[in-house]
């Protein structure tokens, strides 16, 4: 089986202006091809550190896959020190001047010299097309090491890895590698790792634990000669995890818990609403940053101060200087107010002190109440969260109340 790494191209990246999500992509494509990422590493602009990390690379891997530094600058030198540790030249590929002559004359804009640059490729490489840039990427071999040099901005590099790196590396693979992320919300790594404990020691298909910001979630995978077999391996695992873990389960593959939210609620042809105190319209952005969100969200209420819990949602000021904002029975109210207002069949509140301190109160940091409403009932939940992170506390709570509607949609609340 081919060995490959990786190597991110900018000193950006080693100075932490931009986040490095190419190789993170990289890695999980290369995965599900069945090509082992052995090595991963991030070199700046500059020539002689990328000409000896080339040679290292070269040593131990069938293929090394370079990202960024394919611009028109003097500082973008990827292309140029992979040709001259290959021993190769550069020559003008005329198909790809013109591409670039054509975007600047499109766009009224005059082309500086400088942009030919990136139209520089040797004569024997296979070049990958650049639907969304100017800058082509290529492939070069030299004594059986393979070089693929992609664009480093996603928006580049996602499609020419899909359209053009792809074809190119079928070649390498001889298994296919499927691997399916089965996501929970409401129980830790460590109590779901328990109930799953004899799983975890599965050879194919693999089970692995891992957790984020609240939730937790197994990644199974499974190695065959076709994506179907890989497939079939893995099936009778997963449901075996959702047997097991039943209740916690809110999806599989999905990217997060809104998504699976508003999935439910289209299918349950069913409207929700919010009404956020210390979330800030987080839940409600959350919600909208799903595409098709506008068929499931009627209206989102950021009742920040006091005289908008009682103006607009129609909290008891009574209630407000007797239990506080931060309480059981303003939640409640203030799920039941969203719901007036907005005509929705559910609506879900949050109010509570995100910190970093106890905003005048006696309250602990990470107390949050959680409302959920319909035309019937209200249920509330207390989190603490124990965490004096506002960030983390605003984001966590936003996630319970997400998880409050799928509940309730299953029928588990």
Same mark, same amino acid.
């Given at each position: 089986?081919?060995?490959?790494?990786?190597? /991110?191209?900018?000193?950006?990246?080693?100075?932490?202006?931009?986040?490095?999500?190419?190789?993170?992509?990289?890695?999980?494509?290369?995965?599900?091809?069945?090509?082992?990422?052995?090595?991963?590493?991030?070199?700046?602009?500059? #020539?002689? #550190?990328?000409?000896?990390?080339?040679?290292?690379?070269?040593?131990?891997?069938?293929?090394?896959?370079?990202?960024?530094?394919?611009?028109?600058?003097?500082?973008?030198?990827?292309?140029?020190?992979?040709? +001259?540790?290959?021993?190769?030249? &550069?020559?003008?590929? +005329?198909?790809?001047?013109?591409?670039?002559?054509?975007?600047?004359?499109?766009?009224?804009?005059?082309? @500086?010299?400088?942009?030919?640059?990136?139209?520089? &490729?040797?004569?024997?490489?296979?070049?990958?097309?650049?639907?969304?840039?100017?800058?082509?990427?290529?492939?070069?071999?030299?004594?059986?090491?393979?070089?693929?040099?992609?664009?480093?901005?996603?928006?580049?590099?996602?499609?020419?890895?899909?359209?053009?790196?792809?074809?190119?590396?079928?070649?390498?693979?001889?298994?296919?590698?499927?691997?399916?992320?089965? #996501?929970?919300?409401?129980?830790?790594? /460590?109590?779901?790792?328990?109930?799953?404990?004899?799983?975890?020691?599965?050879?194919?298909?693999?089970?692995?634990?891992? @957790?984020?910001?609240?939730?937790?979630?197994?990644?199974?995978?499974?190695?065959?000669?076709?994506?179907?077999?890989?497939?079939? &391996?893995?099936?009778?695992?997963?449901? +075996?995890?959702?047997?097991?873990?039943?209740?916690?389960?809110?999806?599989?593959?999905?990217?997060?818990?809104?998504?699976?939210?508003? +999935?439910?609620?289209?299918?349950?042809?069913?409207?929700?609403?919010?009404?956020?105190?210390?979330?800030?319209?987080?839940?409600?952005?959350?919600?909208?940053?799903?595409?098709?969100?506008?068929?499931?969200?009627?209206?989102?209420?950021?009742?920040? /101060?006091?005289?908008?819990?009682?103006?607009?949602?129609?909290?008891?000021?009574?209630?407000?200087?007797?239990?506080?904002?931060?309480?059981?029975?303003?939640?409640?109210?203030?799920?039941?107010? @969203?719901?007036?207002?907005?005509?929705?069949?559910?609506?879900?509140?949050?109010?509570?002190?995100?910190?970093?301190?106890?905003?005048?109160?006696?309250?602990?940091?990470?107390?949050?109440?959680?409302?959920? @409403?319909?035309?019937?009932?209200?249920?509330?939940?207390?989190?603490?969260?124990?965490?004096?992170?506002?960030?983390?506390?605003?984001?966590?709570?936003?996630?319970?109340?997400?998880?409050?509607?799928?509940?309730?949609?299953?029928?588990?609340?």
């Amino acid at each position: 089986m081919a060995v490959c790494e990786l190597i /991110s191209v900018g000193t950006e990246i080693l100075l932490g202006d931009i986040l490095n999500t190419d190789a993170q992509y990289l890695s999980i494509e290369l995965a599900k091809l069945g090509i082992s990422v052995i090595h991963q590493s991030t070199v700046g602009d500059n #020539r002689e #550190r990328l000409l000896a990390q080339l040679d290292e690379a070269a040593k131990r891997s069938d293929i090394i896959i370079l990202s960024g530094g394919l611009g028109p600058t003097p500082d973008d030198l990827t292309k140029e020190v992979c040709c +001259e540790f290959f021993g190769k030249e &550069l020559q003008l590929h +005329e198909p790809t001047a013109k591409k670039i002559r054509n975007y600047f004359s499109s766009k009224g804009l005059e082309m @500086a010299q400088s942009n030919l640059k990136q139209a520089m &490729l040797p004569r024997d490489c296979v070049i990958f097309p650049n639907e969304n840039g100017t800058a082509p990427g290529m492939a070069i071999e030299k004594d059986g090491v393979h070089i693929l040099v992609l664009p480093g901005p996603p928006r580049e590099l996602k499609p020419m890895f899909r359209n053009s790196a792809i074809p190119y590396l079928m070649q390498f693979s001889d298994k296919i590698i499927v691997s399916h992320n089965i #996501r929970t919300f409401g129980i830790g790594e /460590s109590a779901m790792a328990e109930k799953v404990r004899d799983l975890l020691d599965g050879k194919n298909p693999t089970v692995a634990p891992y @957790a984020k910001d609240g939730e937790a979630l197994l990644r199974v995978t499974a190695m065959a000669d076709s994506e179907d077999d890989a497939e079939k &391996l893995c099936e009778p695992v997963i449901d +075996e995890i959702k047997s097991r873990l039943d209740g916690f389960v809110y999806g599989v593959d999905y990217t997060c818990i809104e998504e699976a939210v508003v +999935e439910l609620l289209r299918n349950n042809c069913l409207k929700a609403a919010t009404a956020e105190s210390c979330t800030g319209g987080l839940i409600a952005k959350r919600i909208t940053d799903v595409s098709g969100a506008s068929d499931v969200f009627d209206c989102g209420i950021i009742s920040y /101060s006091n005289e908008i819990k009682n103006k607009i949602l129609g909290v008891s000021e009574d209630d407000l200087k007797k239990y506080g904002a931060v309480s059981e029975p303003v939640a409640r109210q203030m799920a039941q107010g @969203a719901l007036r207002v907005s005509g929705a069949d559910v609506a879900v509140s949050v109010t509570g002190i995100a910190g970093p301190n106890s905003d005048g109160t006696d309250k602990p940091v990470g107390l949050v109440y959680i409302a959920l @409403a319909d035309k019937d009932n209200v249920w509330v939940k207390e989190l603490r969260t124990s965490r004096n992170d506002r960030s983390y506390n605003r984001y966590v709570s936003a996630s319970n109340a997400l998880n409050m509607i799928r509940l309730y949609i299953d029928k588990k609340l």
